[in-house]
Structures are given as C-alpha cells and as structure tokens.
T-cell receptor, first 113, second 120 residues
Framework: GENVEQHPSTLSVQEGDSAVIKCTYS??????FPWYKQELGKGPQLIID?????GEKKDQRIAVTLNKTAKHFSLHITETQPEDSAVYFCASISKAAGNKLTFGGGTRVLVKP | DAGVIQSPRHEVTEMGQEVTLRCKPISGHNSLFWYRQTMMRGLELLIY????????DSGMPEDRFSAKMPNASFSTLKIQPSEPRDSAVYFC??????????????????FGPGTRLTVL
C-alpha cells in the first residue's frame, strides 16, 4: 500500500520567514495530494491541494509543488505569522485505493513573534 | 452547513466499560471515515463507508472495535470493552463520493472536531 513520509517533524521559524515542509510517497498511482492544518483541539482542515496533472499551485501565502518523477511534494508558507503555528499533515490518494487518504506523520510548526 | 458533528467531545470512562462515539456527516456526503489520532501513531484510518456500506475496515485494531452506519446521516464507533490503550482522539470525516471523475477526487474530506477518549 501507499506510504507517505513527512519531514521535518518539527519546524521553528521567525515571524516573516518562510516555512517548507516536504513529503514523499511510494505509490506512483497516487494522483491527489491535499495538505491539512490542525490547530490545537480541532480536527484537520484542508488548506490547499494539488492534482498530479499540475506541478505547482498557489493560494496567497501558501504554495504546493509536486514532482511526480521523484514522487515528492512540498508545502511552502511565505511571510509566516503567529497564526500559522499548528500541525500540518500531507496526504495522498491513489486511484487504486478509492478515496482513502494516506497521511504523513505531521509537522509541528511554531512561528516565533 | 454545520460541518461534521461528533459527540461527545470528551469521554472519560473506566477500563472494561463500553464506549460509543457518534458522528453526523455533512448533509449530502455519502462517504464517511473514522480515524484515531495518537502521539505515537499519528492519524490512523480505522474504517470507512461508502453509501452506508463498510468498504475497508482493515484499520480496526481489534474485535473490540465495531462501527455502524444505519443511515446516511449517522454513524457510530463502539469500543467494548474499552482499555487504557484506546485513549486517543477519534475523528470522523465525510466527503462526497462524486469522485474519481477523470481519475481525480472531486472533493476533500471534511473532519469533525473529534472526541477525546480517556480510558482509566
């Protein structure tokens, strides 16, 4: 089955700096890659996603890139703010697996004011 | 829409007791997922339903765990008997199964707020 690895597990950045989280996946049939943000005491919430027919997608300060050949995708947060502090999860869906998400282990991001 | 609704939000029980967690998916969604989250194991998929039918329960850890979806607007996850190692946050998520058009999911999974279970 699919395996998703996520790095780093923790990330501390100064407010205003950029944060980058990287994920790799194992199933070459995976074709959809969402990113979730989980704040304390809440469920994960989708922040951005990318399909395998697209190499990059941007939404304001958040961008995601996908390299299908290398089977890795990354989340980029620019101009970080204290409210960006949370746990971020990458995930993938393989067509063969229906609509079942496989999650990475999560990255705890701390933005220091 | 109120989003995915879970109850209770917190549950504290003693080892050996039966625990029932409840979920109401987003109206119109026909795919429902139960996850468990712990520090050690992260987010684990326990079971999911499409159109009220269990599709994959390979993540259910033991026979002590069972899940039902009697109708499109309600699901339960039951643990009987509960054990301290079952302590975790349990999430329910739902999505629309208008999916895999041209090979891509057309909707993401929306998570509920979770139920924090503590088994003493």
């Amino acid at each position: 089955g699919e395996n998703v690895e996520q790095h780093p597990s923790t990330l501390s950045v100064q407010e205003g700096d950029s944060a980058v989280i990287k994920c790799t996946y194992s199933d070459s049939a995976s074709n959809y890659f969402p990113w979730y943000k989980q704040e304390l005491g809440k469920g994960p919430q989708l922040i951005i996603d990318i399909r395998s027919n697209v190499g990059e997608k941007k939404d304001q300060r958040i961008a995601v890139t996908l390299n299908k050949t290398a089977k890795h995708f990354s989340l980029h947060i620019t101009e970080t703010q204290p409210e960006d502090s949370a746990v971020y999860f990458c995930a993938s869906i393989s067509k063969a697996a229906g609509n079942k998400l496989t999650f990475g282990g999560g990255t705890r991001v701390l933005v220091k004011p | 829409d109120a989003g995915v609704i879970q109850s209770p939000r917190h549950e504290v029980t003693e080892m050996g007791q039966e625990v029932t967690l409840r979920c109401k998916p987003i109206s119109g969604h026909n795919s429902l997922f139960w996850y468990r989250q712990t520090m050690m194991r992260g987010l684990e998929l326990l079971i999911y339903f499409n159109n009220n039918v269990p599709i994959d329960d390979s993540g259910m850890p033991e026979d002590r765990f069972s899940a039902k979806m009697p109708n499109a607007s309600f699901s339960t996850l039951k643990i009987q008997p509960s054990e301290p190692r079952d302590s975790a946050v349990y999430f329910c998520a739902s999505t629309s199964l208008v999916t895999l058009e041209r090979g891509f999911p057309t909707d993401t999974q929306y998570f509920g707020p979770g139920t924090r279970l503590t088994v003493l």
